[in-house]
């Protein structure tokens, strides 16, 4: 993934798409890209992403800059992961806003396979 992909990725609201026998779309907030290039994203309430998941592996990521419409699609692999520091940083994290009310209870550790920008224009569909 290039620097814009990861700056946009790290400052905006993501959309995770994944499917099973429907689809299901869900906006995320608790999430990170690491300097290896894999997305991580807190489990909060993903029950249903997370059985989709389950199921065949997949996901697709979709964030995008509602002043500028600069967006890009990430598709790829995801593994749950229960312990470790990612796990243990998105704990700290939910919990704090929340007061301890919530909590982290895992993470998805998400490979990218591909990266598509759904900005308009001429690069539009493009793969990176």
Do not use: H, R
């Amino acid at each position: 993934m290039n620097q814009n992909v990861v700056n946009l990725l790290k400052e905006q609201i993501w959309y995770l798409g994944t499917y099973n026998n429907e689809p299901n779309a869900v906006p995320v907030a608790f999430k990170d890209v690491t300097e290896d290039g894999k997305l991580v994203v807190g489990d909060v309430f993903l029950d249903e992403t997370l059985k989709n998941i389950e199921a065949n592996g997949k996901i697709a990521v979709s964030a995008c800059n509602a002043s500028t419409m600069e967006g890009y699609q990430v598709k790829g692999t995801a593994k749950y992961i229960t312990e470790g520091d990612v796990v243990e940083t998105f704990k700290k994290l939910v919990s704090d806003m929340f007061n301890g009310a919530a909590t982290a209870k895992g993470a998805l550790v998400i490979t990218p396979e591909k990266v598509i920008v759904t900005t308009p224009g001429s690069d539009n569909k493009k793969v990176l």
